[in-house]
């Protein structure tokens, strides 16, 4: 198994390592998930096996493959994700007072950017000899893990808390996953997904924990930061649930502009639910952090993010900000990215939008600055929010005068 690119597994809080080439998920020095690890790269080993040109034309994630923690002789699990377009956005640009782009991540093969980490985690699963994979979720997660499992030929067995959208447990379902909805909340779900992790021994795709899943996710930073050559933005904006997107997404960018391949970064804002606001509040400093998750956007309705470190150090690192909006705030970014760009986004995905129009109001972000921001998950996802941010359909006869009196004549 060669895999000299990557050097080792670095404990975010007290800074041991750790072999990469075992199966290991958190620093076992502190109990719980708090000990999160870091994959750590020889970046000379990484741009000598990089020699893909960065002319925007991006196939897949597996562009990137020299940056991923995957061993040289291993055949990746993948369903083509990543590669996926940066939109100019000219109308909601001009709604906003600024120079707009928006990265559409639910165009990947399972409707989420989560597949980016999917792909990686399956193959990380292939590479371990393991054929039994796992995860918790509000849906996403499981549909994309499902998906995945089929396409490589894993027995895959999901955790879901009993809310978890209807429409986002039919693909994992079609897919052929065994689904568990367990009677509690994510976090509960998610506990229990790693009580199963170490009685079984199967491979976890959890994407707070499991340190190469999040590392896929670097992917989307990537082609950022290719897609933007010669542009990079202000901006990027990102919504926050567990911390492990921003966190991806802000190191891939920060990789190829701490290695020339592009010449800056831009400034991360992060984007919370008012009713999940953990990885704010931590930044934020407050004292008065409710663990209990409340949104209409599930995909982040997360109340003990298990990545709050990586979140706040792209937060700090990168001289970002932090933000709070509300669910109305976030149907409304919603139906506001549908009529004015054509992009149909979860209410996660829309959240982004919903935390740029607040921090233009708040001034964080300037007029005219140039803002890209990252839509996570398709529309598709849940429909019944879909409905609420869209309105309602208007019924009529099959009559034409019934048109005429309502759009006038010959319009």
Known sequence: MDMDHVETLECTLCGAEYDPDQVIYTCPEHPGVKGILEVKYDYERVLDRFDEPLDGRIGSQWKYRAFLPVADDVEPVTLGEGGTPLLDAPRLGDELGVDLRVKDDGRNPTGVLKDRATGVSTTKAREFGIDVVTCASTGNAAASLAGFAARGGFDCRLFVPGDAPEGKL??????????????????????????????????????????????????????????????????????????????????????????????????????????????????????????????????????????????????????????????????????????????????????????????????????????????????????????????????????????????????
């Open 170 to 411: 039919a693909q994992p379902l079609v897919y052929g996953a065994d689904v568990l909805g367990v009677r509690g909340s994510y976090d509960e779900a998610y506990d229990l997904s790693m009580e199963v992790t170490e009685e079984f021994g199967w491979y976890n795709r959890n994407a707070a924990v499991n340190p190469f899943q999040v590392e896929g996710k670097r992917t989307v930073g990537h082609e950022l930061a290719e897609q933007t050559r010669g542009e990079v933005p202000d901006w990027l904006v990102f919504s926050m649930g567990d911390g492990c997107t921003i966190a991806g997404g802000w190191k891939g960018f920060r990789e190829f502009a701490d290695l020339d391949l592009v010449e800056e970064a831009p400034r991360m804002l992060g984007v919370q639910a008012e009713g999940a606001s953990a990885i704010h509040d931590a930044f934020h400093e407050h004292d008065d952090v409710d663990e209990v998750a409340d949104t209409v956007a599930d995909s982040i309705s997360v109340g003990r993010p298990r990545n709050t470190v990586k979140a706040c150090s792209a937060l700090e690192e990168s001289d970002g900000e932090s933000l709070l909006v509300s669910d109305e705030e976030i149907l409304a970014a919603e139906s506001l990215l549908g009529r004015t760009e054509g992009i149909y986004a979860e209410p996660a995905a829309a959240t982004p939008v919903a935390g740029l129009r607040k921090a233009r109001e708040a001034g964080i972000v300037e007029a005219g600055e140039s803002v890209a921001v990252v839509v996570t998950g398709t529309g598709l996802k849940d429909t019944q929010s879909a409905m609420r941010a869209g309105g309602e359909v208007a019924a009529v006869d099959p009559d034409v005068r019934e048109v005429i009196e309502r759009y006038g004549e010959g319009s």
